[in-house]
């Protein structure tokens, strides 16, 4: 399968993608979780966000690359969202890894941090990030925080 993947910060992104975007975080963290929360809390046209687009154009993944000091002072990686038809088919840890290796490109080697759902912390693991302790819960869903440390 042909896959598209592509960063662009916000202000590049044109109606239809980030149109895309929203819907697709929708399906997944509000309808999928039966989660009722504000996703558009202002720090999307501060990040860059990765789009993974099928062989049909559609977008099957996104998360956002979030700058140092805009919510913590590491760069972080968030609302990362996979279609659910293509997960558990190794897209996601590519995707992780994408956004790993932009991030460091962006911002310099540097740790990056991410607020995980507690249940997908062994999936981040693969990626190289672990646990710094901090769980809580957001949403009611709980959650871990997790830091990458490069080596």
């Known amino acids: 399968?042909?896959?598209?993947?592509?960063?662009?910060?916000?202000?590049?992104?044109?109606l239809?993608?980030?149109?895309?975007?929203?819907?697709?975080?929708?399906?997944?963290?509000?309808?999928e979780?039966?989660?009722?929360?504000?996703?558009?809390?202002g720090k999307d046209k501060k990040c860059y966000h990765l789009l993974l687009r099928d062989g049909k154009g559609d977008v099957i993944a996104t998360a956002r690359i979030i700058p140092p000091g805009?919510?913590?002072?590491?760069?972080?990686?968030?609302?990362?969202?996979?279609n659910n038809e293509f997960r558990g088919t190794g897209i996601g840890i590519e995707l992780m890894e994408r956004c790993?290796?932009?991030?460091?490109?962006?911002?310099?080697?540097?740790?990056?941090?991410?607020?995980?759902?507690?249940?997908?912390e062994s999936f981040?693991?693969?990626?190289?990030?672990?646990?710094?302790g901090k769980e809580y819960l957001e949403d009611d869903i709980p959650h871990v925080e997790m830091l990458l440390t490069p080596q």
């Open 1 to 14: 399968m042909h896959l598209d993947w592509q960063f662009k910060p916000y202000k590049e992104l044109n």
């Open 16 to 31: 239809n993608e980030f149109h895309d975007i929203i819907a697709l975080r929708l399906k997944a963290f509000v309808v």
């Open 33 to 41: 979780q039966n989660c009722t929360y504000l996703d558009l809390d």
């Open 70 to 82: 805009l919510v913590y002072d590491e760069a972080a990686i968030g609302r990362v969202v996979l």
């Open 100 to 120: 790993i290796k932009f991030a460091h490109e962006e911002f310099g080697l540097s740790p990056i941090r991410i607020s995980a759902q507690k249940h997908l």
């Open 124 to 132: 981040y693991n693969k990626t190289g990030f672990v646990s710094t």
